[in-house]
């Protein structure tokens, strides 16, 4: 067991073979006694009734789970019907994202923001959900400024969240100053880390690349100097998100967040070593 809670990522299986895959790291897993898992939906939902099953698995295995939850390209029924979905299967905790676009999707549905998604999830069920929402240490890509980004998040607390995970930095500084900042603003509700291990050079500088994370220079460096040496990338990946949980840690992270990528071997070695 590590010192802090901590939560794990999934993404839903698209073959039979990926669920098997699944399922055995989350057996793996559950040795790590998260305090939940959440697992995503696609854009405009696309992946929707496939996040309900997982999740029914998951609670079926004695884990809570939340759903994520996008509002764009949504309406207030289809909403209304994904959350007595959640509500009939036991959920009570969701993740409230505002979601991205699917391509060549035009502009649907009757919300913008993650905050309304959240006023609208408070008025139709009260307080039946716990809700997380996602915080951007580094800036959310769209933003207009760090301020407004800031803003933003401050608003879907006003509209009711329960707390923050955010999107995955390798920089602590950023993740400190930005809940520096929310304090400064009379903002207290926790604000998790979220943690990317570091398996696969191409895939982390990709999907970096187009979520806004940065990458450090050095690490960035490090990685490519390695080129298609996937032991030595795993060994340096270890080091390094390690390192970045210890201090997390140890400068006061309330949980540590994991996007697991359906995968045990990385985060059961970090959480051992935080556990040293």
Known sequence: MTT?????????PKTPEGAEKLRAARQKLYALEPEFCSVTFGAGGSTQEGTLLAVREIM????????HLSCIGQTRDSLRERLAAYAAAGVTRIVALRGDLP??????G??????????????????????????????????????????????KVEAGADAGITQYF???????????????????????PGIMPITSSS????????????????????????????????AFGLDVVSELCER????????????TMNQAAATLEICRRLAR
Do not use: M
């Open 4 to 12: 802090v809670p901590i939560s794990l990522e999934f993404f839903p």
């Open 60 to 67: 079926g295995e004695g884990v809570s789970a939340a759903p």
């Open 103 to 108: 391509s060549g999707y035009g502009l649907g």
């Open 110 to 155: 009757e919300f913008r923001y993650a905050s309304e998604l959240v006023a609208f999830i408070r008025s139709e069920t009260g307080r039946q959900f716990r809700i997380e929402v996602a915080a951007y240490p580094e800036v959310h890509p769209q933003a207009k400024s760090p301020d407004a980004d800031l803003q933003a998040f401050i608003a």
């Open 170 to 192: 390798f920089n602590p500084d950023a993740y400190l100053r930005y809940t520096d900042e929310l304090r400064k603003r009379g903002v207290d509700v926790p604000v998790v």
């Open 203 to 234: 895939q982390l500088l990709r999907f970096s690349d187009a979520c806004g994370a940065e990458v450090p220079r050095w690490i960035r460096l490090r990685l490519q100097a390695f080129g298609d040496d996937s032991a030595s990338i795993k």
């Open 248 to 259: 997390l840690v140890a400068a006061g992270a309330p949980a540590l967040h994991f996007y």
